[in-house]
């Protein structure tokens, strides 16, 4: 199946900068990228994904850019704040037709106030 | 109005014993997936099912088998629990195959002692 690799694996910024993930991927035929936050405690969820037909997608302060002749995607937080501290996941979609995602190993992101 | 939901939250047990989590989704999607997130907090595939097709991730073990008695619910039953299988348990579903949300629920905390 498809292997994620995902970098860093923690990463501490002060509030108002900006913060960088970056992912790898392994299946050159995935083609559905999403990104998930996960609280102390929570679940998982989606904070923003993107499809292998767009190079770059925006959100207000959450930005994901896709390569896929690299196969790495990155996710973009700018303006940080405390409240974004978390886990973050990145995934593929591996084509199988189950839409299974396989998962970065994640980054533990915290925005120092 | 919860989206997808499982029980128990927690779950405390003696090895060698048997043991079910339940999930529901009252989201009216096609498919739904169990994962497991270990102590590291890695989120692996264990199970994807869409209708009548199980697609099983090769590395789960054979004692681990999931169960839906129709499309809204994906139940997951171990058998002959193992210290190794103390993890959280996330159930998810979404709405079709290739490229879509995936939404999960709360998990459940597994303790084998």
């Known amino acids: 199946g498809e292997n994620v690799e995902q970098h860093p694996s923690t990463l501490s910024v002060q509030e108002g900068d900006s913060a960088v993930i970056k992912c790898t991927y392994s299946d050159s035929a995935s083609n559905y990228f999403p990104w998930y936050k996960q609280e102390l405690g929570k679940r998982p969820q989606l904070i923003i994904d993107?499809?292998?037909?767009?190079g770059e997608k925006k959100d207000q302060r959450i930005a994901v850019t896709l390569n896929k002749t690299a196969k790495h995607f990155s996710l973009h937080i700018t303006e940080t704040q405390p409240e974004d501290s978390a886990v973050y996941f990145c995934?593929?979609?591996?084509?199988?037709?189950?839409?299974?995602?396989?998962f970065g190993t994640g980054t533990r992101l915290t925005v120092i106030p | 109005d919860t989206a997808v939901s499982q029980t128990p939250k927690y779950l405390v047990t003696q090895m060698g014993n048997d043991k079910s989590i339940k999930c529901e989704q009252n989201l009216g999607h096609d498919t739904m997936y169990w994962y497991k997130q270990d102590s590291k907090k890695f989120l692996k595939i264990m199970f994807s099912?869409?209708?009548?097709?199980?697609?099983i991730n090769e590395t789960v073990p054979n004692r681990f088998s999931p169960k839906s008695p129709d499309k809204a619910h994906l139940n997951l039953h171990i058998n002959s629990l193992e210290l190794g299988d103390s993890a959280v348990y996330f159930c998810?579903?979404?709405?079709?195959?290739?490229?879509?949300?995936?939404?999960f629920g709360p998990g459940t905390r597994l303790t084998v002692t």
């Open positions: 998810a579903s979404s709405q079709g195959q290739g490229g879509y949300e995936q939404y």
């Open positions: 995934a593929a979609s591996d084509q199988t037709g189950a839409n299974n995602l396989f």
């Open positions: 099912y869409n209708n009548k097709e199980l697609i």
């Open positions: 993107i499809r292998s037909n767009v």
